[in-house]
């Protein structure tokens, strides 16, 4: 049973960073597809990046290319997001989800191409 759990959300300022992760909380993280995606209110959820199953190959939106970097560790512990020079328009609840089966990195962008979905965890960049 995958239960996906988000953590390292937090306030902070504009151009500053924080990582956030995303694990499994029955056990290790399977090596399959993992994706981010954030939320802003009153906006639908978008695609931030995804990353194979075992990290070899990656995917971004063009609004967080050279900003942000999507890794996963060999240790099969968690798949982390690294925000770096954070924007305002950044500031949403982000969520990481898995595709447990063949990845398809040209359907990534689509939120039902994925199946169990974190919590999400809150962002929010100050000016």
């Known amino acids: 049973q995958v239960q996906l759990a988000e953590s390292g959300g937090g306030m902070v300022q504009v151009g500053d960073s924080l990582r956030l992760s995303c694990a499994n909380s029955?056990?290790?993280?399977?090596?399959?597809?993992i994706a981010w995606f954030r939320q802003a209110p009153g906006k639908e959820r978008g695609f931030v990046a995804a990353?194979?199953?075992?990290?070899?190959?990656?995917k971004y939106a063009d609004s967080v290319k050279g900003r942000f970097t999507i890794s996963r560790d060999a240790a099969k512990t968690a798949v982390y997001l690294q925000l770096n020079s954070l924007e305002v328009e950044d500031t949403a609840v982000y969520y990481c989800?898995?595709?447990?089966?063949?990845?398809?990195?040209?359907?990534?962008?689509?939120?039902?191409?994925?199946?169990?979905w974190g919590q999400g965890t809150q962002v929010t960049v100050s000016s």
């Open positions: 029955g056990g290790t993280l399977p090596t399959y597809a």
């Open positions: 989800a898995i595709r447990t089966g063949v990845y398809n990195s040209a359907k990534a962008k689509d939120p039902g191409y994925w199946g169990q």
């Open positions: 990353i194979n199953w075992n990290g070899s190959s990656t």
